[in-house]
């Protein structure tokens, strides 16, 4: 599992005073950027080779603006060319929102999707985890 903290900030906030529903998808993405480098370990966009292929969002308590948000990661799921990641957001001791992320190594020349190597795979199943809260 990876973990971020995130400290929301005063634009994260609506006018119901708890952080926005679409704040969510980017925190989940700077998350992922441990995940992303096993891929492009300079994080350089000229040989990018991941494309995003699906993401869904389930929140299930709300998020507040005077505490810190723990996001957690997990590979969830390992294919022939694509992976799951499984996130979760918690303020305390209280999960608020959860997630679920489909990510394809990618040939942008070719325009197809390709087999994650063998090393890459290693890498990954040190981080699965099956099932979710």
């Known amino acids: 599992m990876y973990s971020m903290t995130v400290t929301p900030k005063f634009g994260d906030i609506d006018g119901l005073g708890h952080v ?5 998808p980017g925190w989940f993405e700077q998350a992922r950027n441990p995940i992303y480098r ?3 370990p300079e994080f350089k966009f000229d040989n990018w080779n991941l494309i995003l292929a699906r993401y869904e969002v389930d929140f299930v308590a709300q998020l507040y603006f005077d505490q810190d948000v723990e996001i957690r990661t997990f590979i969830s799921k390992i294919g022939r060319s694509s992976f799951e990641v499984h996130q979760e957001a918690w ?3 209280k999960l608020c929102t959860k997630g679920r992320t489909v990510l394809v190594h990618f040939d942008f020349n070719e325009q197809r999707s390709v087999a994650i190597p063998d090393d890459i795979r290693v890498t990954m199943a040190e981080h699965l985890v099956s099932g979710e809260n």
């Not at 926005?20 to 969510?24: D, L």
């Open 91 to 93: 303020q305390g001791e």
């Open 38 to 40: 096993y891929f492009n």
């Open 20 to 24: 926005n529903n679409t704040v969510m």
